[in-house]
């Protein structure tokens, strides 16, 4: 099934296939250029620590506000905490009017043998005991990462028009959203030619990370007091300081999501084939059927 | 074949290997923030926070202002609540008749000052967000003398790089974190930068009231644009002073000495 990859070099080459099973040959395209794999395992890495960091600073205060100002003597609109109740200490989250049982996971959950009163569990936070100190700087120092990393990958996709010929929806793109759709459904993956370009759910999937990690950036210096002495409309932009605090909380459960069907696509779509093209930047073009 | 089985191998077991950094997380995070070098690394970053922050702000913009109907209804109370003591019971019982505020160290002209004389200099009063360091915001009125006129008064003296504020408040129990063990004592520092800030007042009232004291009565530092941290309450004392090693933890303040950032912008 697979072909010898020393006939295989960069750029589109085809290699004749060996299976008996097949009389045609795959063809390789070279999908992802250097600086794109580089800042997607950069990104990958960072995002990661900055969720799990981020959820540890959470935990310190595990209320979200509406507007300017907000603290445990206001109401807020989602909290996460533990209570104790007839049958001893449950976890409590709200969001709203509603109340959820979150015990185990959320507000209450087990550090080793020892059950404790955290939002966030110790298995998911950066590091896994909770400390706002140590979590803020595992924070800071790779939002300077994001920062940078991100900056370099979209100032050179721009450049090279990576954003304008593979991310940027074409008309085409925009009419074939129906269909598009209807095939991610069926779990059908584009062959041939159409595996060689980004589908358009694909692209208003990265700009809308992209969007999304701009958004992150901007939320978290609106809570900086320092930075929005600085930029003071950034304020007005989010809504308020707590605002601004839980955007960036709604922003990360959005990463959290795309990451979520970002993984199960690359499983659906060969995951062997989808990782190496991420590493390589090589890419066996799935065969039309 | 064979170049080509071994790699898809080693490509699949990365991928397995993402899947359960999860688990590697634990202890890998863990290991590095106890890691002293990997600590270095990160406090890397707060230099350039501090840096880059201080490039934005070389104009000095003031902090946001508030109308009065943004004052928070409840204004949260944090750290020490009360001082106890019987040296503070007995200011409390004398409505801090005899407290008095010192300004020294590298000054020409050392001061010391009680609360009338503080309320007869020229005051600002400003309405402003407070940030605590957990998340949580609040809106109050403070007015005070901003302390770049008392220092300006005290005539600070070439050398003098920092302001340290020493607190009439102990807040004992809280270990140190990679420094020595500092005490329990409050105390703050913020840079002359800073402390000549418009908005940077000893503030001795509270949404038109004498401070209460849990907000720091009789006298606290309004630093905005810094974290809550910075706000020391309880101010006896201010020393100006050309380095931070030797006080306290001497890393500039009570909760720098147990592993936060001293710059605070952020």
């Known amino acids: 099934m697979t072909t010898d990859t020393a006939a295989a070099t960069a750029g589109q080459s085809a290699a004749p296939a060996h299976s008996?099973?097949?009389?045609?040959?795959?063809?390789?395209?070279?999908?992802?250029?250097?600086?794109?794999?580089?800042?997607?395992?950069?990104?990958?890495?960072?995002?990661?620590?900055?969720?799990?960091?981020?959820?540890?600073?959470?935990?310190?205060?595990?209320?979200?506000?509406?507007?300017?100002?907000?603290?445990?003597?206001?109401?807020?609109?989602?909290?996460?905490?533990?209570?104790?109740?007839?049958?001893?200490?449950?976890?409590?989250?709200?969001?709203?009017?509603?109340?959820?049982?979150?015990?185990?996971?959320?507000?209450?959950?087990?550090?080793?043998?020892?059950?404790?009163?955290?939002?966030?569990?110790?298995?998911?936070?950066?590091?896994?005991?909770?400390?706002?100190?140590?979590?803020?700087?595992?924070?800071?120092?790779?939002?300077?990462?994001?920062?940078?990393?991100?900056?370099?990958?979209?100032?050179?996709?721009?450049?090279?028009?990576?954003?304008?010929?593979?991310?940027?929806?074409?008309?085409?793109?925009?009419?074939?959203?129906?269909?598009?759709?209807?095939?991610?459904?069926?779990?059908?993956?584009?062959?041939?030619?159409?595996?060689?370009?980004?589908?358009?759910?694909?692209?208003l999937a990265y700009l809308g990370l992209i969007g999304i990690l701009v958004g992150m950036v901007a939320t978290g210096l609106t809570m900086s007091p320092g930075f929005d002495a600085f930029a003071p409309w950034l304020l007005d932009v989010f809504g308020g300081r707590q605002s601004a605090r839980s955007l960036h909380f709604i922003f990360a459960s959005l990463i959290t999501a795309f990451i979520v069907v970002h993984l199960i696509e690359v499983v659906l779509a060969g995951p062997v084939n989808e990782i190496r093209s991420m590493i390589t930047g090589r890419y066996v073009v799935p065969r039309e059927h | 074949m064979a170049l080509i089985t071994r790699r898809d191998a080693l490509i699949g077991s990365l991928g397995g290997g993402l899947a359960l950094s999860g688990c590697a997380k634990l202890t890998g995070a863990d290991a590095l923030t106890e890691s002293l070098s990997f600590r270095h690394v990160m406090a890397a970053a707060q230099g350039w926070t501090f840096a880059s922050q201080r490039v934005l702000l070389s104009g000095a913009p003031l902090a946001r202002e508030f109308a009065p109907k943004d004052i928070s209804p409840r204004f949260k109370a944090n750290g020490t609540l009360h001082p106890g003591g019987g040296d503070y019971a007995q200011h409390v019982a004398e409505a801090f008749a005899s407290w008095r505020l010192q300004i020294g160290g590298l000054v020409a002209n050392p001061l010391s000052l009680s609360l009338g004389e503080l309320s007869r200099l020229p005051s600002r009063t400003q309405i402003t967000r407070h940030d605590c360091v957990?998340?949580?915001?609040?809106?109050?009125?403070?007015?005070?003398?901003?302390?770049?006129?008392?220092?300006?008064?005290?005539?600070?003296?070439?050398?003098?790089?920092?302001?340290?504020?020493?607190?009439?408040?102990?807040?004992?129990?809280?270990?140190?974190?990679?420094?020595?063990?500092?005490?329990?004592?409050?105390?703050?520092?913020?840079?002359?930068?800073?402390?000549?800030?418009?908005?940077?007042?000893?503030?001795?009232?509270?949404?038109?009231?004498?401070?209460?004291?849990?907000?720091?009565?009789?006298?606290?530092?309004?630093?905005?644009?810094?974290?809550?941290?910075?706000?020391?309450?309880?101010?006896?004392?201010?020393?100006?002073?050309?380095?931070?090693?030797?006080?306290?933890?001497?890393?500039?303040?009570?909760?720098?000495?147990?592993?936060?950032?001293?710059?605070?912008?952020?």
């Not at chain 2, 915001?137 to 006129?149: T, Y």
């Open chain 1, 20 to 203: 008996p099973l097949s009389n045609r040959p795959r063809e390789k395209i070279y999908r992802h250029t250097f600086l794109v794999r580089v800042t997607h395992w950069i990104n990958a890495l960072t995002v990661f620590l900055m969720i799990g960091s981020g959820l540890n600073i959470f935990n310190a205060h595990p209320r979200l506000f509406w507007g300017a100002a907000g603290s445990e003597l206001d109401h807020p609109f989602l909290s996460i905490t533990s209570t104790m109740t007839t049958r001893g200490m449950r976890g409590l989250t709200t969001i709203g009017p509603l109340r959820f049982d979150t015990t185990g996971f959320l507000g209450w959950s087990r550090v080793g043998s020892d059950w404790t009163s955290r939002a966030w569990p110790s298995w998911i936070t950066v590091p896994s005991y909770q400390d706002l100190a140590d979590a803020r700087h595992w924070h800071f120092f790779f939002a300077w990462v994001l920062v940078v990393n991100g900056a370099a990958y979209l100032i050179w996709s721009l450049l090279v028009r990576h954003v304008q010929r593979d991310l940027w929806p074409t008309r085409g793109d925009i009419r074939s959203i129906p269909r598009s759709v209807l095939d991610h459904i069926q779990l059908k993956h584009p062959t041939g030619e159409a595996a060689k370009r980004y589908n358009v759910l694909q692209r």
């Open chain 2, 134 to 266: 957990e998340g949580w915001s609040a809106i109050g009125q403070w007015k005070g003398v901003q302390l770049g006129l008392l220092l300006k008064a005290a005539n600070v003296l070439p050398a003098a790089r920092y302001a340290v504020m020493f607190c009439a408040d102990n807040l004992e129990g809280e270990p140190a974190k990679g420094g020595a063990q500092s005490p329990g004592q409050y105390y703050e520092s913020i840079d002359l930068v800073d402390a000549r800030h418009p908005q940077t007042l000893i503030a001795y009232e509270m949404n038109g009231r004498p401070l209460d004291i849990a907000h720091g009565a009789p006298l606290r530092l309004r630093v905005e644009r810094q974290l809550g941290y910075k706000q020391a309450k309880y101010i006896q004392r201010i020393a100006l002073v050309p380095t931070l090693a030797g006080i306290g933890g001497g890393r500039g303040g009570y909760w720098e000495d147990r592993g936060y950032e001293w710059y605070a912008g952020i």
